[in-house]
């Protein structure tokens, strides 16, 4: 759930955003399940750089916020972990009738003190965008239908465990995201995405990622 208001005026923007988790972890010998609420994230957007014309616009945000350790990192699976982070993003996006170009960086500053101090993070995406249909607004708002094919890739650094480091965690992984989404109108919108990687390079000796799918909705209440 998120919850965004306007600060100030339309290019200031605070928002809390509280996940609610349902995580399952499933092995030969033995099976886990936690459900709950995750992590939550207060942080601050300003757009910086705003560009309109007809069928093209321009716009780059900056963003800082803080996630805090509301969830309970002892269940198993976990649901949190356990630590006040902090993370710093800029985006940009250029559309331009029936095709967008979307950039963004992020980089997540952790800064646990416990017995696991978990690496920092950096995470770079490019997104390429294309408007199915309609081919041309009749009406405005229309529901739409969107093409997208994205570069999504992480480099964690390494963990800590009471004080020493665990060369098994962390590494790069870069992944080729095709995607599509449909847009029904103002408030609500699906979209579905597959991940396959293409740089996959983690730490040391452990399980790599295969490929990954994901199902979404976005629904605006007010």
Same mark, same amino acid.
């Given at each position: 759930?998120?919850?965004?208001?306007?600060? !100030?005026?339309?290019?200031?923007?605070?928002?809390?955003?509280?996940?609610?988790?349902?995580?399952?972890?499933?092995?030969?010998?033995?099976?886990?399940?936690?459900?709950?609420?995750?992590?939550?994230?207060? %942080?601050?957007?300003?757009?910086?750089?705003?560009?309109?014309?007809?069928?093209?616009?321009?716009?780059?945000?900056?963003?800082?916020?803080?996630?805090?350790?509301?969830?309970?990192?002892?269940? /198993?699976?976990?649901?949190?972990?356990?630590?006040?982070?902090?993370?710093?993003?800029?985006?940009?996006?250029?559309?331009?009738?029936?095709?967008?170009?979307?950039?963004?960086?992020?980089?997540?500053?952790?800064?646990?003190?416990?017995?696991?101090? !978990?690496?920092?993070?950096?995470?770079?995406?490019?997104? %390429?965008?294309?408007?199915?249909?309609?081919?041309?607004?009749?009406?405005?708002?229309?529901?739409?239908?969107?093409? %997208?094919?994205?570069?999504?890739?992480?480099?964690?650094?390494?963990?800590?465990? /009471?004080?020493?480091?665990?060369?098994?965690?962390?590494?790069?992984?870069?992944?080729?995201?095709?995607?599509?989404?449909?847009?029904?109108?103002?408030?609500?919108?699906?979209?579905?995405?597959?991940?396959?990687?293409?740089?996959?390079?983690?730490?040391?000796?452990?399980?790599?990622?295969?490929?990954?799918? /994901? !199902?979404?909705?976005?629904?605006?209440?007010?």
């Amino acid at each position: 759930i998120a919850v965004p208001y306007n600060l !100030f005026s339309d290019k200031f923007q605070v928002a809390v955003i509280a996940p609610f988790l349902n995580v399952n972890f499933d092995s030969r010998n033995q099976n886990f399940s936690s459900f709950g609420i995750g992590d939550m994230r207060l %942080f601050a957007k300003y757009l910086v750089y705003q560009f309109d014309r007809k069928n093209e616009t321009i716009r780059v945000a900056s963003k800082a916020g803080i996630k805090l350790p509301t969830g309970n990192e002892k269940e /198993s699976p976990p649901l949190g972990t356990g630590s006040t982070d902090y993370f710093f993003t800029t985006v940009a996006a250029w559309i331009k009738k029936r095709i967008g170009i979307y950039l963004e960086g992020i980089y997540n500053l952790n800064t646990s003190k416990g017995r696991v101090d !978990f690496g920092n993070s950096v995470a770079y995406n490019l997104a %390429f965008g294309y408007r199915l249909l309609p081919a041309i607004y009749e009406t405005y708002p229309s529901p739409q239908l969107n093409a %997208f094919l994205e570069i999504n890739g992480t480099t964690t650094d390494t963990n800590s465990i /009471s004080g020493q480091e665990v060369k098994d965690l962390g590494g790069t992984i870069i992944f080729l995201s095709p995607g599509i989404q449909y847009v029904g109108g103002r408030r609500w919108l699906l979209e579905a995405s597959v991940q396959i990687p293409v740089v996959n390079k983690p730490n040391g000796t452990r399980l790599a990622t295969d490929w990954t799918a /994901s !199902f979404g909705t976005r629904i605006l209440l007010f």
